[in-house]
């Protein structure tokens, strides 16, 4: 089901064709532009939240830098596409060392690291000062899965938009589950959600939390590569494979991967995928068109 990096990269679409849409061809696609003071943001650990939230609109692609000559000269490399995208994603850049904090909670263990993030979701796209052509390929990737999640919005730069400075203040224990993710403590961000959710049934943003959550623990140490590039072969290697396709922004794939195979297991099994699947939806969003389409097929399964 998994196809290999090379395959998924061939025919991707001419980057600097992006560019070159005019205003009437836009205008049909009826885009929508996010307006931020520039195509390129630096992120903190105040800022953080808020340009998540904004990779549920634009695709976020994030470079970890340091004044290493090899981070250096990658970040030249992500600024000048991202001038020549104009607008298809938004290049955020991230301190390895003022922030630290940060780097670790994306498991980012050295400079010269880039990930992408779509509706909140990291993934990681490579390594190191890497060709040119190279990151064109694997941007033009990004771009594709953001297009097939709904992830369609352009930035455009304005003078009088204002800096982004912090998200909106959550809940005492939702914040203090937020906090315990972004440090790498999945365990107690579980915990505390499950307290909420205890205190509080009905609470969307904690159920939200909670699913995103229990994936985390679940891909902990998955070794990704090997698993998307083998079609599983059991049912437990189903769900780890639907595992790998959420946690990397494919929903669309990971859904279809369970549907696809949903009548053809017993019905215990057909429980937990369900209950699965539901856990997802809560992750992407219920509104989400990937989630509206696979809820549909879910139902017309069911009854």
Aim: net charge negative; proline share 4%.
């Amino acid at each position: 089901m998994a196809e290999d990096l090379n395959a998924r990269l061939r025919g991707a679409i001419d980057l600097s064709a992006l560019s070159k849409k005019d205003d009437a061809e836009s205008a049909d696609q009826n885009q929508v532009s996010l307006e931020l003071p520039s195509l390129v943001a630096e992120i903190n650990e105040t800022n953080l939240r808020t340009y998540l939230e904004i990779s549920t609109r634009v695709p976020l692609v994030i470079d970890f830098y340091s004044d290493a000559e090899e981070s250096e000269k990658l970040t030249e490399k992500l600024s000048k596409l991202t001038a020549e995208a104009k607008g298809a994603f938004l290049l955020g850049r991230i301190d390895t060392r003022a922030q630290a904090r940060v780097a670790e909670a994306f498991s980012v263990q050295q400079a010269a690291t880039v990930i992408a993030v779509l509706k909140g979701q990291p993934f990681p796209l490579f390594n190191g000062n890497v060709e040119l052509e190279q990151i064109i390929m694997v941007v033009n990737k990004l771009l594709e899965v953001a297009v097939g999640n709904g992830v369609t919005d352009r930035v455009t730069v304005s003078a009088s938009a204002q800096p982004i400075a912090s998200a909106p203040k959550l809940p005492k224990h939702h914040q203090e589950a937020a906090d315990a993710l972004n440090a790498g403590d999945n365990q107690k961000a579980l915990e505390l959600y499950q307290q909420i959710l205890r205190e509080s049934p009905a609470d969307s943003l904690a159920a939200a939390g909670l699913a995103q959550t229990e994936l985390l623990l679940r891909i902990e140490g998955l070794d990704f590569e090997k698993i998307l590039d083998n079609s599983p072969q059991t049912f437990d290697e189903l769900l780890v494979f639907a595992d790998a396709l959420i946690a990397i922004g494919d929903f669309a794939v990971g859904f279809d991967a369970i549907l696809t195979n949903f009548q053809d297991v017993s019905p215990e099994e057909q429980q937990i995928m369900k209950e699965r699947l539901l856990k997802y939806f809560e992750i992407v969003g219920k509104t989400d068109p990937s989630v509206v389409t696979a809820r549909g097929r879910l139902t017309s399964m069911l009854f």
